[in-house]
């Protein structure tokens, strides 16, 4: 019964603000099966060596079309599935590869200043009493990601709303009325990206836009549009929380955060340490294709594996005291960016920005403090905050 229970709780409001007691109890089954034909996958290891099989798949525009013929009329829906986030060999490596190829490590790194002067200005004209989200979370990775895309500064407020309106396409329970602002968000952004690929094919620019639409990139029209829209979406929306969730989780140690304050050289261990603690995704979905054995259990083919990274990350066989924050933890290697085919392209550029922001934030605003206690978004998905309320002086 409690197992039950444990399980059935992440599906309310109340487990989604605080899913980790129910993972302490799903994590006495590394796998489990749940639904119909489903089985939910809870352990580090486990998860650790799923996220890398190659024999795994993700559901694809052939499954949509078998459970959900009417998937394509969703235009917010649409441009996720046949982005390279839903697509498998030979089509995701396709699409992978020309991502790759312009979303580069040097690219990524030529972004420090970018990302470093952004945050200044943000900073600067925080008020003293502030929503954290509202003036930093969102619109630091949003002004990152168009600064990538070639997007100009004025669209930035424009794209926030409709990038937040897209994701709940990524979660498993969501409205009518959500689903809707979904389609109007996605029409609006092919709309919007269909008008800059015409412009970049005119007049080429140093940004990802003008490579990606470039002759050769190896991407279809119906391709370009929704990788795009995905590399807007993803960029923003996982950092934003990553940047809120960091940020509360320093003001509740405040004894870490005067460590990364006197020292921004920890960043990197520091922000390892908050994805690991509270990861942005909680959790993503794989497919068998042959028989598989995980913890014991033969798992057919063509069953669904719903694996809990957020479970994972607090496996106390991989990381003892698994609760604590503990940013000089050996060997920090949290699942939150996936593994394998589909680990995330953005992590490096969500590394930055957050090793940037935090060290920043905390000697720019010293007397940084919470305000009023913070509001979780309600997501079973995507982790973070609604609002966070702060005082910063």
């Known amino acids: 019964m409690l197992f039950e229970s444990a399980l059935a709780s992440l599906f309310q409001p109340e487990g989604r603000r605080n899913p980790y007691p129910a993972y302490d109890v799903l994590r006495a089954k590394p796998v489990f099966p749940a639904f119909e034909g489903g089985w939910f996958v809870t352990t580090h290891e486990s998860v650790s060596r799923l996220l890398r099989d190659p024999g795994l798949r993700v559901a694809d525009t052939t499954d949509y079309d078998r459970n959900w013929p009417g998937w394509r009329e969703n235009r917010g829906v649409a441009s996720v599935v ?191 340490e908050m994805l690991r603690y509270d990861s942005p995704v909680q959790l993503t979905s794989r497919f068998t294709t042959t028989p598989l054995e995980v913890g014991g259990q033969t798992i057919a083919p063509g069953a669904g594996l719903t694996m809990l990274l957020g479970s994972a990350n607090r496996d106390p066989a991989r990381y003892p005291d698994p609760h604590r924050f503990d940013p000089d933890r050996p060997n920090i290697q949290p699942v939150s960016f996936g593994g394998g085919a589909h680990y995330c392209l953005g992590a490096p550029l969500a590394r930055l920005e957050a090793q940037v922001a935090f060290p920043l934030l905390l000697t720019m605003l010293p007397r940084l403090s919470l305000a009023a206690p913070a509001e979780r978004r309600d997501r079973l998905v995507l982790r973070g905050y609604a609002t966070l309320p702060v005082h910063t002086g």
């Not at 060999?89 to 699409?95: E, F, K, L």
């Not at 580069?104 to 970018?114: G, L, P």
């Not at 200005?121 to 930093?136: T, V």
């Open 82 to 272: 046949t982005s390279m986030l839903q697509s498998n060999a030979p089509d995701h490596t396709r699409m992978r590869r020309a991502a790759a190829a312009t979303f580069t490590a040097r690219r990524v790194a030529a972004m420090r200043e970018v990302i470093a002067r952004q945050a200044e200005d943000l900073i600067k004209a925080m008020p003293a009493d502030a929503d954290f989200m509202s003036a930093f979370a969102y619109p630091l990775p949003i002004g990152v990601i168009c600064a990538l895309l070639g997007v100009p500064d004025t669209d930035m407020p424009w794209f926030r709303q409709r990038a937040a309106d897209l994701t709940v396409v990524l979660e498993p329970i969501s409205t009518e009325e959500e689903m809707a602002r979904a389609d109007s968000a996605g029409r609006d952004l092919e709309d919007y990206f269909t008008g800059l690929i015409a412009d970049r094919r005119r007049e080429p620019r140093e940004d990802l836009t003008s490579a990606l639409a470039a002759e050769g990139s190896g991407l279809t029209g119906p391709e370009l549009l929704a990788n795009l829209v995905l590399l807007l979406v993803a960029g923003f929306e996982t950092t934003t929380n990553l940047l809120g969730t960091g940020l509360h989780i320093l003001l509740d140690h405040p004894e870490q955060a005067a460590r990364l304050r006197s020292d921004p050289g920890l960043a990197a261990p520091f922000v390892e």
